[in-house]
């Protein structure tokens, strides 16, 4: 069992960067990719970027290229989501998943989310 818990939303203005954490409460760089979706209010929940379970492949929604990045730190068991020059339409409860070997839509674990508000 892996209980993944989300930090670091929050509001913020168009053009601004926020990071958010997810700590993962076992060993989880063995073996399980890691990644984060969306949902925004209305809207289904959508991927967002993916990574590896050592870093080395990751992954991105093309709405978000070129202004996130993922990243993890094994020895803190935490996976990391940078998000810079943030727009209205990323406002979403942002969730973070853990599977292995690869993470998706239907991953094993998830995070309780945290709200991300982009003000314009």
């Known amino acids: 069992q892996v209980q993944l818990v989300e930090s670091g939303g929050g509001l913020v203005q168009a053009g601004g960067s926020l990071r958010l954490s997810c700590i993962a409460s076992?060993?989880?760089?063995?073996?399980?990719?890691m990644g984060w979706f969306r949902q925004a209010p209305g809207k289904e929940r959508e991927f967002v970027a993916a990574s590896s379970w050592n870093g080395a492949s990751t992954n991105y929604a093309d709405s978000v290229k070129g202004r996130f990045t993922i990243s993890r730190d094994n020895s803190l068991n935490t996976a990391y989501l940078q998000m810079n020059s943030l727009k209205p339409e990323d406002t979403a409860v942002y969730y973070c998943?853990?599977?292995?070997?690869?993470?998706?839509?239907?991953?094993?674990?998830w995070g309780q989310g945290t709200q991300v508000i982009v003000s314009s």
């Open positions: 998943a853990a599977d292995r070997p690869v993470v998706s839509a239907t991953a094993k674990y």
């Open positions: 076992r060993r989880t760089g063995s073996s399980y990719a």
